[in-house]
């Protein structure tokens, strides 16, 4: 039998997988392999049979390399015992403490272990405790757990932090040099409320294009590869990093705050370096013209969404007086967004609207309310005139044909073109899609259901039969954007690709390359005009590709873990009670609800929908009763009861109260519904109590260590995986 290499990924019911290298196929470990391992470990492993799924299942044969990174759990005392049970359910087993391996830790507390005995087949792992962070209710400690069961990198390196301090507070005259100078031109930021850190800033003017009347747009970023430099302990953190974390209250930067909030961002009325585009964009939002060139700039006025949407819904009211100056620049800017907007739709670039979620935090970090985010013409206009910027940017470096970070977007694979060539087939919309498809065939689905009330299961199968942007050197375009070439240029602040992406531009401005050091490298350095890009510089921009994009799934799994915690919380304090709601999505093993207002998810399992036996029709995206033909699918309204939560597995459960009418109206309402009276006091102190007991006194270690998770109780109902970011 073959033998592979791989990186083992647990599963919190027990098995695991030998995740292998893109495009090959994962090899399972039965739950017996995986007393010997844990997650994350590099393992050898041989192939030994086919399984019933048609999986090739696997035997591990060596252990290439243990995870040395410490892991995060609750410290338990039990039978006499000191253990942790890992916060990752993936570890699948618990860790043995030495009594006086505790570091002081009291029973309950979230602590972090360091191994000191890796597993056998025969014993559990043994470590100490090396870090006590606190209680588990105390106010952020779900950010606390987060970073570190992700392994965010949340400290700045000393080195990293003693440059940063030897950094000027304002730019000096030798900064000024070789730059356009454009501080007289009226350039504003504008973002949300809460940003602290402003990467761009942007100004419009009518300007002639052609024959014809346009726009001259500028979009100023702010210079970030001025300050940090290749080789350099800042660059270094920056990279390891790849992209700050966003948290409801609270950051992770990519870059210490002297530069995050200060030194680099473009605050009003302060002098500040930057990479500007400078556009002509014509009436018809074609981009005639570009060109990038360094320089220093003045934000003359911070805006946020709201004040922007408001100026432009009424420029005689008050916020419009209180920036009259301003106004016209922002007319004008809002022209050109208006004809980049009808070039997008030639295009037939996509665009779902979709509902997003903001959480809003009391001052001790609990959620107050969730409330949706509400995205205005000034977000859209400034998404319009980042994205015109970074297509430029990927026209430039790709025109001169330098090695570079492209953001990838792919279309359908054939697997799942097929799976949504049956689903529309099954809806009987009469629509489809090509053997090849193109974006605007989606776009064209998008717009034709956006009145269904099924529209919003419509477009998450359209989203989801698309391809995960990724970062790569090998440009294949961007599907959803319909753009032929795709790259990130607006936030170098916040994200580490934009940072190479500037020195790219940097570098071909001087008549120059830039090598990207391959791993080993200990700096990179621009290269002469004639300098051809070698094998080992390719292997470098792939790795740097492979890191960022890894770490940017890393930032959202670590930000929704933080959400679904969060939520949680939020709803032990509502066990019990009713809401109506929205079924959101369906599975094999129940429906996921929505709740009204509330904008909490959670699982109505298969099991509290009667007595029927419910199959699951994958075309249809639907549950449906044998004997009853009751059908369950997105859209259907119920009536829930909030019946467990359980923090550990950030989940929560719904008990089926009562049924609206079925989300496509072919059952009158109530037909196929089970009544079922909310439970007596008693019961419900009950519940509560036992929920209490629970966070506070887990289930035994050896119950633990067999990892019998019941069957579809792997799907977080708090923590679904959410858009992908173009």
């Known amino acids: 039998m073959s033998e592979v290499e791989g990186i083992v990924q647990g599963h919190r019911d027990g ?62 005392h039990e039978g006499g015992m000191w253990l942790v049970a890992p916060e990752d359910k993936r570890y699948g087993q618990d860790i043995l403490i030495p ?35 606190g209680e588990v209710d105390d106010p952020g400690m779900e950010i606390e757990i987060a970073v570190r069961k992700y392994e965010v990198p949340h400290r700045f390196s000393e080195a990293a932090l003693a440059q940063a301090a030897k950094l000027p507070d304002k730019i000096r005259a030798i900064d000024r040099k070789h730059r356009i100078d454009l501080t007289d031109v009226p350039l504003v930021t504008i973002d949300g409320e809460d940003a602290r850190d402003f990467d761009d800033a942007v100004y419009c003017e009518p300007a002639k294009v052609g ?15 001025h300050y940090v430099k290749p080789g350099e302990a800042l660059d270094h953190d920056a990279y390891e990093r790849a992209t700050s974390v966003y948290f409801p209250r609270r950051v992770i930067p990519m870059l210490p705050e002297k530069l995050s909030n200060g030194l680099c ?43 922007v949407a408001a100026i432009l819904g009424n ?33 037939g670039a996509v665009d779902f609207e979709t509902t997003e979620t903001q959480i809003v935090c009391d001052d001790n970090g609990r959620i107050e309310k969730i409330v949706p985010r509400v995205r205005t013409e000034a977000h859209r206009l400034i998404e319009e005139c980042m994205l015109a910027a970074n297509v430029c940017a990927a026209h430039f470096i790709e025109k001169a044909k330098h090695p570079s970070l ?14 949504l060539q049956a689903y529309l087939k099954a809806l009987g919309l009469g629509l489809s899609i090509s053997e090849d498809p193109k974006p605007g065939e989606f776009q064209a689905l998008a717009q034709a259901t956006k009145d269904r009330p099924d529209a919003a299961q419509i477009h998450a199968m359209l989203l989801r039969s698309m391809q995960q942007a990724i970062y790569t050197p090998i440009n294949s375009g961007h599907f959803g954007l319909a753009y032929e070439a795709y790259t990130h240029f607006t936030s170098p602040i916040r994200r580490y690709p934009d940072l190479l992406v500037h020195r790219v531009i940097k570098a071909l401005l001087g008549n120059g390359r830039y090598n990207l050091p391959a791993p080993g490298d200990e700096e990179a350095r621009p290269k002469g005009r004639g ?17 960022c994009s890894a770490n940017e799934r890393r930032a959202d799994e670590a930000s929704r873990d933080v959400e679904a915690w969060l939520k949680c919380m939020f709803m032990r304090e509502r066990l019990g009670e009713e809401y ?7 599975t094999s093993f129940g429906l996921f609800v929505q709740l009204d207002g509330l904008y909490v998810e959670g699982l109505v399992h298969i099991s509290e929908l009667g007595g029927d036996y419910y199959k699951f029709d994958e075309a249809r995206q639907e549950l449906r009763g044998e004997r009853s033909g009751v059908r369950y699918g997105v859209g259907a309204r119920l009536r829930v009861q909030v019946s467990r939560v359980d923090l550990d597995s950030r989940k929560i459960d719904f008990r089926l109260v009562r049924e609206g009418e079925d989300s496509r109206g072919s059952r009158p309402a109530g037909r196929g519904s089970r009544e079922r009276a909310a439970p007596a006091q008693a019961e419900l102190a009950a519940i509560k109590e036992a929920d209490r007991q629970e966070k506070a006194d887990k289930r035994s270690a050896s119950g633990r260590g067999k990892a019998t998770a019941k069957k579809g109780a792997a799907k977080s109902a708090a923590g679904r995986p959410g858009r992908r970011r173009k």
């Not at 024959?211 to 590869?225: F, M, T």
Request: hydrophobic share 40%; proline share 6%; net charge positive.
């Open 406 to 419: 492209y953001r990838v977007h792919e279309g359908p694979t054939p697997e799942k073109k097929a799976v």
């Open 15 to 76: 098995h695991g997988f030998v995740v292998r290298g893109p495009g090959e196929q994962d090899l399972y470990l039965p739950p017996q392999e995986m007393r010997a391992v844990l997650h994350r470990d590099r393992v050898k492993a041989r192939v030994v049979r086919m399984d019933r799924r048609g999986r090739p299942e696997g035997r591990v044969v060596e252990i290439l390399e243990r995870r040395k990174a410490p892991i995060i759990g609750r410290l338990l």
């Open 315 to 347: 420029t005689k009211g008050a916020e419009a007086q209180r920036r009259a100056d301003l106004v016209p620049h922002l007319l004008d800017l809002h022209d050109v967004y208006r004809a980049l907007l009808k070039q997008r739709a030639e295009r």
């Open 99 to 133: 009594a006086k391996g505790t570091a002081g830790a009291k029973p309950g507390q979230v602590v972090a272990v360091e191994l000191t005995e890796p597993p056998s087949l025969h014993a559990q792992p043994v470590g100490r405790v090396t870090e006590v962070l």
């Open 580 to 586: 109506g709601g929205t079924v959101s999505a369906v």
């Open 531 to 547: 300098a051809k890009a070698t094998a080992q510089s390719v292997a470098g921009w792939e790795l740097a590709g492979a890191h």
């Open 265 to 307: 961002s473009l605050n009003p009325n302060v002098d500040r370096l930057s990479m500007v585009c400078d556009m002509l964009v014509s009436a018809q939002g074609e981009l005639h013209a570009y060109q990038f060139y360094p320089a220093v700039i003045c934000s003359h006025a911070r805006f946020t969404y709201t004040e």
């Open 211 to 225: 024959r014809g009347k346009g726009w001259r747009l500028l979009v100023a970023i702010a210079d970030v590869s």
